[in-house]
């Protein structure tokens, strides 16, 4: 690891100055997961790490009105075990509990797994499908975007010059049932070799028949370059009863959609066929009330 400064901003305007005035030379420091072992590779060299974890109100969960802001700096163990995340949104909480190992759970933050932007992300897919927005201050000002757009391609995102992420703004809706589920090739300390999130409005079917979906929203990861939604396969759901055979018809519009890449965890047509298994048993699931999660049978 080759030397480098490391600052200790109190302030975000502080902080974007400093990543501004570095350029590519500089990286922001959240839970050091995945930066710090970069560094020791060799793979990133920054001549300045800026340290976020001194300022306010970049961590914390609240219930804010109509939304649930989850602070950037909030590790995944905190999200997974927040009563407020389990309550609102337990999607993210469960999506968050399987993520590599306790250690690192106490470690990695929720705006840590968004801002490396890996395709395999496991945070992005069930924020995707909850309509989360991304909060985010610069030198000028402070915005939110739609994480969906959010990612410019692996590893990168549309982060403009000392931008910094500050949290999700997501909305709670009472009314939206939400599952995510991924497979990987062992319990722990593994990355996805691919996942699929989902969540549906229901509405009353006719008796005696599947629901009918009044909205339905499919995000996967780890199969393409960046996490993504399964538009086609939505348009399949919308408006439908979730039957059977509506929905093997979506699972397989949805492995349509993938572009997966053959790499050491899986060759793309495999990858391909998990998202047509994993998205029909995340579908299934909802449709009957069974919220699912773990690895394909």
Known sequence: ???????????????????????????????????????????????????????????GIEHRGGELWIGALSTLAQVARSPLVLSLAPVLARAAARVASLQVRNLATIGGNIANASPAADMAPPLLVLGAEVGVAGPADERRTPLDGFFAGPGRTKLAAGEILTGFAVPVLSDLRASYVKFERREAMDIAVAGVAAAVRLLPGKEGSPPACGEARIALGAVAPTPMRALEAEEILAGQELSPERIARAARAAAGESRPIDDVRGPAWYRRHLVEVLSRRVLAGLASGNLVSGDPA
Do not use: C, Y
């Not at 839970?31 to 560094?39: A, F, H, I, N, Q």
């Open 1 to 59: 690891m080759r030397p480098f400064d490391h600052a200790f901003p109190t302030t975000l305007a502080e902080a974007s100055r400093l990543l501004a005035g570095a350029g590519d030379q500089a990286r922001a420091l959240a839970g050091g997961t995945d930066l710090v072992p970069r560094m020791r590779r060799g793979d990133w060299r920054p001549s300045l790490v800026v340290n976020l974890k001194r300022i306010p109100g970049l961590r």
